[in-house]
């Protein structure tokens, strides 16, 4: 049984959307991440120094040993080893370098669109502008590069799975998908999957 710690974020969902595809048991223990308090417990930063979500604990991990994870592109990682899925030999680097993207791109520069254009009560115009357009680039990355592919490394993986629950948040970022044809193409067909929605819903706050 794998203990997920979490909250209603794109972090948390890449890895309950990862759990569900994979078929792995699971627990769920959510973390309210607007509380300032839970996921700073001494019990919590004991699983997580860094005092974020996502989190797990796997009581069968390397050796048979218990193993805690923090960093979701870590734990996505982690659980495709584990579970031999969505994450193949033949295009590993591939898969790599687009959940690097997200991890180091679409995440970052997504969660400052999100603070800028919902989270600041007076909205600060320059933020925005800033954030907004470095979002709308990112789309125009993606969008680019799934003219000539179905997924992002030719067939549905971790980096898919990193990628989704950001992207489902495209009207807190100011865009509209229907200008992005071949991102609104792929974020369809991945919305179709039913371990993707049952991820997404994950969890029930």
């Given amino acids: 049984m794998i203990d ?14 990862m759990l569900e595809e994979c078929g792995l048991p699971y627990k769920v223990h959510k973390i309210n991440i607007g509380s300032n308090a839970e996921q700073f417990t001494p019990e919590y930063l004991k699983i997580n120094p860094n005092g974020k979500i996502p989190s ?5 991990g390397p050796g048979g040993k218990p193993i805690a994870m923090m960093e979701s592109g870590a734990i996505l990682i982690y659980l495709a080893e584990k579970a031999k899925k969505f994450f193949p030999d033949k295009n590993r680097y591939q898969v790599l370098q687009w959940l690097m993207f997200q991890m180091g791109g679409v995440g970052p520069m997504f969660g400052q669109a999100h603070h800028f254009m919902r989270a600041k009560k007076d909205e600060i115009p320059y933020g925005s502008e800033r954030y907004g357009n470095e979002a709308k680039r990112l789309y125009g990355v993606m ?3 799934l003219a000539a592919h179905a997924f992002f490394a030719d067939e549905y993986s971790i980096a898919d799975i990193a990628l989704y629950p950001w992207v489902a948040r495209y ?4 865009v509209d998908l229907a200008g992005f044809a071949n991102v609104k193409r792929w974020f369809d067909k991945l ?3 039913p371990a993707v929605a049952k991820g997404m819903a994950v969890p029930q706050v």
């Fill in 171 to 174: 009207e807190w970022h100011r």
């Fill in 191 to 193: 919305g179709a999957r």
């Fill in 4 to 17: 997920l710690y979490t909250w209603s974020t794109p972090n948390g969902r890449k890895v309950s959307i």
């Fill in 56 to 60: 797990i604990v796997d009581a069968d």
């Fill in 143 to 145: 969008d680019k590069h």
